[in-house]
């Protein structure tokens, strides 16, 4: 078997027909995945989709590679044996705002912490989809849902802050609207090492239409978004407004207003400690523009490499494991 | 250090062929240790032997408190042992509280040796004494010995610079000597054991020996002790023997797994009484290339084993009860999935967090049936703590075989429990076989192999062969989803027969004793010594009993039913309400009766011999 | 709008006792309403009915896909009817998809219309057909009619203002309008229903009414229906009737059993299909003092409804399959600390993901068994829609009488399914007794009733009750955290005998057909409807067949053994591998015999009167 | 049944002996929680202990009040069903490590984010007692234990962290050994409304023994420490040291030292946004004294006050229930 010399779009393609509704917001991230894919340089036959359960977790079945379509919630967990097993795939999460952070929340925060190599796509369309309309852990207080017909009196999560106050190395928010930061991000994601976490946020146009509209509308877009990038200063609204720190307190201001310059906005540092970035992640609309991009990203130990890193200590110092040594280990006796 | 000096002829030497000693004392005393070490002298003086640690559920209960408690008891004889013996002979009782919970196990006229340093007024109260047993004629019955072992190891110690807390931990070791001298057993494993396990801390290493070795010359010269008894060497198979645990067992036999089938391991799993010690032995073997993950909760563990299995390593997962309902979930989709798990459930006492250092059978059921849908999953089952690993061996066969998910039930009884162990010769195991398809011509991901229905396994990694798996039904060719009403059935009907077929594999059932007669009894799991001797004992006197222990319970060997038939009566002895009856009876349509007992505690032949009598 | 005119006589109007009628489409094509819409109309006019809606598991397959079909299928008859139907006499055909899925389902010579205007070659090539089966000849046997109903909605609306998507969605009115009048139904109820869905959209509204109307006025002007057909109300008890379906009756149930028992009511759930509706509907109550609350999953629901049932208050959970798995070891805490909840299961296909929005009772055992240690449940089921408002009053009353969770086993066909329910009398219900014990005189938390062996619910809040419980072993009486072995015993005796007696509550079993005789027809479950009519049809040949259904599946009614014992064969028909059949055969060492179906459906009457037909 | 006049610490001792290690830093917590509970004015008997499983959790035995040892991991989950259906109960939550943070992480974050009525201590002994000493998820890297001998490769949570990820509104440090301001936080998070969260930093003698000595051992407590005060400047050491923030970094200074006074310190405010506090929560130990005290709390919605809310406000619409109302409602008929 030779993997083809170049590997194209069509390659991750699967046989499987999409059943999503039509314009549903994961039509668009399915096309990104399968167009970033064959520029990794990996082996298509390398490459492992793990998901959930949810309209986003069949994503799967529709890339031409290995892929487990699993339990609700569980993907990080199974994702997790996977790549401790085999440190040699290139192993992606794929999961939903309700497996993710509702039933997975606990799986979800643990792969965080230990920093395990897996690309994580959560797609928050801020409603449960294939259950056919429910609150979730992002939808609004106030939303009303099928579960919640008065409202949801439950504050949603930030899944970035969650992610964070796990202590992720990389964190980062893109829009399904949007393919190109989308496929931007997506790279990022595949070229760190540890945990790589996407929110992406994703448009469920059947139960929630309209989520994100505020910020991904192309009338209101520019001056709702602010696309952040490492060292430099948080500008938007084509490049007439810029966020400000005043004390620890963020501000938007308008550029050459009152002298403010792109000096004075609050430079942005894929590297600091979370509660920098946790900042960020505080920024919503409406009195501050939504940033979109990678909020984080530093290197610290990855899981398998410490885990590998000591099965070859213990290889160096004790040898391959010898059952026979092993039972005969300790006191023994023999009976003749 | 003194030299050590050679057994010196004792007054008497009374030759015995078995004997029950339990040691019992506060948790902080070090029962459980002055038990392993003269279990390990004694296997070494080679005796055939059974033991039963016995510890209390808190981490340390206040000292001196019933509850704090803490216990070891050791069969051993020249003839062969299969329970750690129903009632000790002898009781070495280091506390007031001891003895007041563990007297009224000790045999009628049996031997009492008793630390009376430890008979003062607050321990006495805290065991709820109103008067000093040892004085108001209570234990009249009994060859009482009283010995002041806390003053005579302040005594040996006295110059040691050690601390009083530390003399009094180092009580032990005199109570060790002081037995080990009365059965003839050498110290020099002790000595060995101490040296290892105090080798950064000389002073405390010292003073043990010093106070193993007092003990051991108080023996001697003491008046007390007029005699001192022989268990011969038993007429056992020749060979390299060694003592082992139920658990430990389980994790060599996980790890023998792996080098069988030549792939790499792994364990997912979380901490829980009585199955984490499999989980820290495995921890320790990183060389093996084996991974031991402690996940985040039992869910994950589950999980993380399933996506190891998805990428073709072996894989396990250790938990008990409460862990194992949480697992049910993700089994039900390494079934559907039909990648191969096994599941180990050390079972303890329930429902519910029950009793967790207690033993108990109540998990069968949960086995077979607990997981929705129709959810055929194999269940075996180990009958000894050093059964663990064949059967170990076993579930991590089939699973392979059939890929499937595999349940290997184990209890705290023969988890916790030591027994000496006929080391197996590692080349004569036979080899676990582990295909993985790699030819990408006319694969289909649920196509199956006609004997077993495995389906083929492959390494994601493999060219060609990309394919896509999950929890919904699959089409029984493609492993595609289908929502087809006659895919479902004969899918459903598939895994059920698949799972059926296992019984090709089972070895017709050995009949302990006459392949008919008026009693058969049926068995599984931990309670084998107990049956076994129970029957031995009664065939000695005449009964037509016999009986059968089962390794499979799902399915059941294919011979059960005709075996069963050339029995007046089916008799199951469970520790449970009755589990295994159920299945015989729903499966055989047989009137087995069942004996159960629900104490936490092991059956002892006594009451096995007396309540299987009722039916001979 | 137009004056809507009086159903003139129409050609010729041919009587009928009973029909089934299947509406299928392109799940955009708004089947299930046009379906209930006709469900209304058909229930008004007195006809007794069932009915069963089957659409697929995506939310919105690509449009005229196989996958994307939904049905509605109705049964109706001047008769008592118990099922949804066989096989529909008549198939209304949206597209060429649906027809590809349905056509073999159509008794022979039924009645086919077809809306002409979906089958272009677009369609017809997603259905697989490579000719249009309108012209191969391949419909001939059947009474096919063949409406452009695409184009005759669009003439209809081409004044309304609409656009081409909106009047495209208006068709199912147009061909409910048709079959409306092909029976002989008034369209106000459903006009009724426009008025309201629609209130705010009064364009859409117009368009709706006029696609109905235009229907029915072209049932009744168009050559092409020679006959409509009448069926004559059923003779059914009076009373008010509305229709329900099962998940409705089970919502309504909850809030019932909160007002017969006088306390407040919680229920703890998280979405999954088929349950999610009863969450729905609770969600709607919060005026009755009633908390829903959709938890962070099914562990945390099962664990509020614990936190809420120690509170003093009425709590269930709702869930199927998969997140039952999930809450058995909280079931177990529950049954430990002798709490009441009742847990629903709507049952749906297995194992793992299975076969999520198809039928199934493969979860029987699962609830009997599916914990760790001897932790018996009480379990109950529902037998039809509207049977499980008396089911899950049954199971509250059982929860709060003997103080334990209780399962109560529906499925996706009976939750879906709708049929008229005569409604209950509100006064006529009996109160369920709650008493909160609030003396601290001689308070133990363990003390029993000698009769139910229930112990005292007491509420947090009562001054001099403080009292400690948890899933630890607790002693007898105290409650308290108990490690004695004797005590365990006892407490898990204590335990199952509390479950066995509620065998004392069961009322004897009714027999359906002669209460001795050649076969027993055992069923349980949503199976009742076509269990009842296959026996009712055998009978009225002449086999000396009965059945009995089971409410009670844990424990099992005390006579059941005795009235199995008179008949010959016992036969039970499960949409499982065989699971009651299991108990009947453990308990009663009967020889029953097994009918499996497992394929996400229910059975049909004919299978079954086949199927039993071999054992009479 | 009256209520005494006045409780004491007596009163909510149970008549069930304590049975931790002897040494065991839980004695101290107990008796700190018996001295404060008399002075909050609630009759013992609407006071519920909720806890999980672990060393910690048997807590409730020891508390003359409702008690639920409930199952590992679930106690918050149990406790918010408690608390909504009785909103006049004073509900409890007392978890471990491992119980609060592994098992029962998706809870607690849950719990968290709906900000429900909840008084939470999680003690904190980096470790697994009662399962006799596995590495809990507040374990150091590289901690050696009995399932990770060659060193935990998971890097550790910072429990605060994840609770501010969650956006709690009550979050607070305490210390076993140090009674009074043990008491002192118990009674803010008793006043608090909504989730209150203590980490309190917890020695267990026997499996992970001294684990906290580097800031708790008396020698070099004060240089260890910082104690927070709403609106004050973190000063340590004795009021010789201070830290300041260097843009987002904090850095520690000496007071007198290079013209730095207290107006160039860090003031800590306990209203600000998570990611402000989780910024204290970052600062760790040897180059940083370890922050105890509150760290947040701010006032939002409470849970069962929006629940009761809705409950009331529909009853205000529609009437209490009826249940012949219920039956009904829409289309019915009649046979006669
Ligand atoms: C154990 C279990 N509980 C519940 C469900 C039902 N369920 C399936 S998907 C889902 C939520 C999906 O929401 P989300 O993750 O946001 O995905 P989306 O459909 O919105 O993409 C639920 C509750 C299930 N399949 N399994
Ligand atoms: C479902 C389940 N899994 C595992 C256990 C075993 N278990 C009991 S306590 C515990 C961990 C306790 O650690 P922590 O919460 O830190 O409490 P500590 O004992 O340290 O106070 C574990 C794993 C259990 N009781 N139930
Ligand atoms: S329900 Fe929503 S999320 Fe699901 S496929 Fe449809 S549009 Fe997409
Ligand atoms: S094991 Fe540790 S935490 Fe548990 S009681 Fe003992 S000292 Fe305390
Ligand atoms: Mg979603
Ligand atoms: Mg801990």
Same mark, same amino acid.
């Given at each position: 078997?030779?993997?083809?010399?170049?590997?194209?779009?069509?390659?991750?393609?699967?046989?499987?027909?999409?059943?999503?509704?039509?314009?549903? @917001?994961?039509?668009?991230?399915?096309?990104?995945?399968?167009?970033?894919?064959?520029?990794?340089?990996?082996?298509?036959?390398?490459?492992?989709?793990?998901?959930?359960?949810?309209?986003?977790?069949?994503?799967?079945?529709?890339?031409?590679?290995?892929?487990?379509?699993?339990?609700?919630?569980?993907?990080?967990?199974?994702?997790?044996?996977?790549?401790?097993?085999?440190?040699?795939?290139?192993?992606?999460?794929?999961?939903?705002?309700?497996?993710?952070?509702?039933?997975?929340?606990?799986?979800?925060?643990?792969?965080?912490?230990?920093?395990?190599?897996?690309?994580?796509?959560?797609?928050?369309?801020?409603?449960? @989809?294939?259950?056919?309309?429910?609150?979730?852990? +992002?939808?609004?207080?106030?939303?009303?849902?099928?579960? +919640?017909?008065?409202?949801?009196?439950?504050?949603?999560?930030?899944?970035?802050?969650?992610?964070?106050?796990?202590?992720?190395?990389?964190?980062?928010?893109?829009?399904?609207?949007?393919?190109?930061?989308?496929?931007?991000?997506?790279?990022?994601?595949?070229?760190?090492?540890?945990?790589?976490?996407?929110?992406?946020?994703?448009?469920?146009?059947?139960?929630?239409?309209?989520?994100?509209?505020?910020?991904?509308?192309?009338?209101?877009?520019?001056?709702?978004?602010?696309?952040?990038?490492?060292?430099?200063?948080?500008?938007?609204?084509?490049?007439?407004?810029?966020?400000?720190?005043? @004390?620890?307190?963020?501000?938007?201001?308008?550029?050459?207003?009152?002298?403010? +310059?792109?000096?004075?906005?609050?430079?942005?540092?894929?590297?600091?400690?979370?509660?920098?970035?946790?900042?960020?992640?505080?920024?919503?609309?409406?009195?501050?523009?939504?940033?979109?991009?990678?909020?984080?990203?530093?290197?610290?130990?990855?899981?398998?490499?410490?885990?590998?890193?000591?099965?070859?200590?213990?290889?160096?110092?004790?040898?391959?494991?010898?059952?026979?040594?092993?039972?005969?280990?300790?006191?023994?006796?023999?009976?003749? | 250090?003194?030299?050590?000096?050679?057994?010196?002829?004792?007054?008497?030497?009374?030759?015995?062929?078995?004997?029950?000693? =339990?040691?019992?004392?506060?948790?902080?005393?070090?029962?459980?240790?002055?038990?392993?070490?003269?279990?390990?002298?004694?296997?070494?003086?080679?005796?055939?032997?059974?033991?039963?640690?016995?510890?209390?559920?808190?981490?340390?209960?206040?000292?001196?408190?019933?509850?704090?408690?803490?216990?070891?008891?050791?069969?051993?004889?020249?003839?062969?042992?299969?329970?750690?013996?129903?009632?000790?002979?002898?009781?070495?009782?280091?506390?007031?509280?001891?003895?007041?919970?563990?007297?009224?196990?000790?045999?009628?006229?049996?031997?009492?040796?008793?630390?009376?340093?430890?008979?003062?007024?607050?321990?006495?109260?805290?065991?709820?004494?109103?008067?000093?047993?040892?004085?108001?004629?209570?234990?009249?019955?009994?060859?009482?010995?009283?010995?002041?072992?806390?003053?005579?190891?302040?005594?040996?110690?006295?110059?040691?610079?050690?601390?009083?807390?530390?003399?009094?931990?180092?009580?032990?070791?005199?109570?060790?000597?002081?037995?080990?001298?009365?059965?003839?057993?050498?110290?020099?494993?002790?000595?060995?054991?101490?040296?290892?396990?105090?080798?950064?801390?000389?002073?405390?290493?010292?003073?043990?020996?010093?106070?193993?070795?007092?003990?051991?010359?108080?023996?001697?010269?003491?008046?007390?002790?007029?005699?001192?008894?022989?268990?011969? =060497?038993?007429?056992?198979?020749?060979?390299?023997?060694?003592?082992?645990?139920?658990?430990?067992?389980?994790?060599?036999?996980?790890?023998?797994?792996?080098?069988?089938?030549?792939?790499?391991?792994?364990?997912?799993?979380?901490?829980?009484?009585?199955?984490?010690?499999?989980?820290?032995?495995?921890?320790?073997?990183?060389?093996?290339?084996?991974?031991?993950?402690?996940?985040?909760?039992?869910?994950?563990?589950?999980?993380?084993?399933?996506?190891?299995?998805?990428?073709?390593?072996?894989?396990?997962?250790?938990?008990?009860?409460?862990?194992?309902?949480?697992?049910?979930?993700?089994?039900?989709?390494?079934?559907?999935?039909?990648?191969?798990?096994?599941?180990?459930?050390?079972?303890?006492?329930?429902?519910?967090?029950?009793?967790?250092?207690?033993?108990?059978?109540?998990?069968?059921?949960?086995?077979?049936?607990?997981?929705?849908?129709?959810?055929?999953?194999?269940?075996?089952?180990?009958?000894?703590?050093?059964?663990?690993?064949?059967?170990?061996?076993?579930?991590?066969?089939?699973?392979?075989?059939?890929?499937?998910?595999?349940?290997?039930?184990?209890?705290?009884?023969?988890?916790?429990?030591?027994?000496?162990?006929?080391?197996?010769?590692?080349?004569?195991?036979?080899?676990?076989?582990?295909?993985?398809?790699?030819?990408?011509?006319?694969?289909?991901?649920?196509? =199956?192999?006609?004997?077993?229905?495995?389906?083929?396994?492959?390494?994601?990694?493999?060219?060609?062969?990309?394919?896509?798996?999950?929890?919904?039904?699959?089409?029984?060719?493609?492993?595609?989803?289908?929502?087809?009403?006659?895919?479902?059935?004969?899918?459903?009907?598939?895994?059920?027969?698949?799972?059926?077929?296992?019984?090709?594999?089972?070895?017709?059932?050995?009949?302990?004793?006459?392949?008919?007669?008026?009693?058969?009894?049926?068995?599984?799991?931990?309670?084998?010594?107990?049956?076994?001797?129970?029957?031995?004992?009664?065939?000695?006197?005449?009964?037509?009993?016999?009986?059968?222990?089962?390794?499979?319970?799902?399915?059941?060997?294919?011979?059960?039913?005709?075996?069963?038939?050339?029995?007046?009566?089916?008799?199951?002895?469970?520790?449970?309400?009755?589990?295994?009856?159920?299945?015989?009876?729903?499966?055989?349509?047989?009137?087995?009766?069942?004996?159960?007992?629900?104490?936490?505690?092991?059956?002892?032949?006594?009451?096995?011999?007396?309540?299987?009598?009722?039916?001979?």
């Amino acid at each position: 078997m030779t993997t083809p010399a170049k590997l194209t779009k069509k390659d991750f393609q699967s046989d499987m027909d999409p059943r999503w509704c039509p314009g549903c @917001g994961d039509y668009s991230i399915l096309a990104q995945m399968q167009t970033v894919l064959p520029d990794l340089g990996i082996p298509r036959e390398n490459f492992v989709f793990v998901s959930g359960i949810g309209c986003s977790s069949r994503f799967p079945y529709y890339m031409n590679t290995y892929g487990f379509h699993t339990i609700h919630g569980r993907a990080p967990a199974i994702a997790t044996g996977l790549k401790m097993s085999r440190p040699d795939l290139s192993v992606w999460v794929v999961t939903g705002d309700g497996d993710a952070l509702s039933i997975g929340g606990n799986h979800f925060i643990h792969m965080m912490r230990r920093n395990v190599d897996l690309k994580v796509l959560l797609f928050n369309n801020r409603i449960y @989809g294939l259950t056919k309309g429910q609150y979730s852990p +992002t939808s609004e207080l106030g939303k009303m849902t099928k579960s +919640t017909p008065s409202g949801s009196i439950d504050a949603p999560f930030n899944p970035l802050s969650v992610a964070l106050g796990a202590n992720a190395s990389f964190v980062a928010r893109s829009v399904d609207v949007d393919p190109k930061h989308l496929q931007a991000t997506l790279l990022r994601a595949a070229k760190h090492k540890g945990t790589a976490f996407i929110e992406v946020l994703q448009n469920c146009n059947v139960f929630n239409d309209g989520a994100w509209e505020h910020l991904t509308e192309k009338s209101v877009k520019d001056s709702a978004q602010v696309k952040l990038e490492h060292g430099k200063p948080l500008v938007f609204a084509k490049g007439t407004k810029g966020v400000r720190l005043n @004390g620890f307190t963020p501000e938007v201001v308008t550029l050459g207003q009152d002298g403010v +310059t792109e000096k004075d906005l609050l430079v942005h540092d894929e590297k600091a400690s979370p509660s920098r970035s946790m900042l960020l992640a505080e920024l919503l609309g409406p009195h501050f523009p939504t940033p979109i991009g990678v909020f984080r990203a530093v290197e610290r130990p990855v899981h398998h490499e410490l885990d590998q890193a000591q099965l070859a200590a213990a290889r160096e110092k004790k040898g391959t494991g010898d059952l026979h040594k092993l039972l005969h280990a300790g006191d023994t006796w023999t009976v003749s | 250090m003194e030299a050590q000096p050679r057994p010196s002829a004792p007054k008497s030497v009374k030759e015995i062929p078995a004997v029950t000693i =339990r040691f019992v004392g506060d948790s902080g005393d070090g029962m459980q240790l002055t038990g392993l070490e003269f279990t390990r002298a004694t296997a070494i003086a080679g005796n055939d032997l059974q033991t039963f640690p016995d510890y209390p559920a808190e981490i340390r209960a206040p000292a001196g408190t019933l509850p704090g408690v803490s216990g070891f008891q050791i069969h051993f004889s020249s003839e062969p042992v299969f329970t750690p013996g129903d009632q000790p002979d002898v009781l070495v009782v280091m506390n007031p509280a001891a003895l007041k919970t563990n007297l009224k196990d000790l045999v009628a006229g049996g031997t009492l040796i008793v630390n009376t340093g430890a008979f003062i007024d607050t321990n006495l109260q805290k065991a709820g004494y109103k008067v000093n047993p040892l004085t108001d004629g209570s234990l009249a019955s009994y060859k009482t010995h009283e010995v002041d072992i806390t003053k005579l190891t302040e005594l040996a110690l006295k110059d040691s610079g050690l601390n009083a807390k530390e003399v009094g931990r180092a009580k032990n070791m005199f109570a060790l000597g002081m037995m080990l001298w009365m059965y003839g057993r050498p110290t020099e494993p002790t000595m060995r054991y101490l040296k290892e396990k105090f080798s950064t801390k000389p002073d405390i290493l010292a003073g043990n020996e010093k106070a193993l070795q007092a003990g051991y010359n108080y023996g001697e010269t003491a008046e007390l002790f007029g005699v001192t008894y022989q268990v011969k =060497r038993a007429a056992i198979t020749p060979g390299a023997y060694r003592n082992v645990t139920g658990n430990e067992a389980t994790a060599w036999g996980i790890l023998a797994a792996t080098k069988l089938s030549g792939i790499n391991g792994f364990l997912g799993s979380y901490p829980i009484t009585p199955a984490s010690d499999i989980l820290h032995e495995l921890s320790k073997h990183k060389h093996w290339g084996f991974t031991s993950f402690q996940a985040e909760d039992e869910i994950a563990a589950m999980c993380a084993a399933i996506g190891a299995a998805f990428g073709g390593t072996l894989a396990f997962t250790t938990s008990s009860g409460p862990g194992i309902a949480l697992k049910q979930e993700a089994i039900g989709l390494a079934l559907m999935t039909e990648l191969p798990v096994v599941i180990i459930n050390v079972q303890r006492g329930g429902p519910s967090t029950g009793l967790p250092t207690k033993t108990e059978q109540a998990d069968l059921l949960q086995a077979i049936y607990g997981r929705n849908g129709e959810s055929p999953v194999p269940v075996i089952a180990a009958s000894s703590p050093s059964d663990c690993f064949d059967a170990t061996l076993e579930a991590a066969r089939l699973a392979v075989k059939y890929m499937t998910p595999v349940f290997l039930l184990t209890d705290g009884y023969i988890a916790n429990g030591q027994e000496p162990w006929l080391i197996p010769d590692v080349k004569a195991l036979k080899p676990i076989e582990v295909r993985f398809r790699s030819d990408p011509n006319n694969f289909f991901a649920y196509q =199956r192999d006609q004997t077993t229905l495995a389906r083929d396994w492959v390494r994601p990694g493999t060219p060609g062969l990309e394919h896509r798996i999950g929890g919904l039904e699959k089409d029984k060719l493609t492993g595609g989803v289908s929502y087809d009403a006659e895919n479902h059935d004969t899918m459903v009907r598939l895994r059920a027969e698949k799972v059926a077929r296992i019984a090709q594999d089972i070895p017709p059932t050995q009949v302990h004793g006459a392949p008919e007669g008026d009693v058969l009894v049926v068995g599984w799991g931990g309670t084998h010594g107990a049956i076994f001797t129970a029957v031995s004992q009664l065939r000695a006197k005449g009964k037509a009993v016999s009986s059968v222990h089962l390794r499979h319970l799902n399915p059941l060997p294919p011979d059960l039913g005709t075996l069963m038939k050339r029995f007046k009566t089916v008799v199951v002895p469970e520790l449970n309400l009755g589990q295994l009856v159920k299945l015989l009876r729903s499966t055989h349509l047989v009137d087995a009766k069942s004996i159960n007992k629900v104490q936490g505690k092991p059956f002892k032949v006594s009451e096995l011999v007396s309540r299987i009598g009722e039916f001979c």
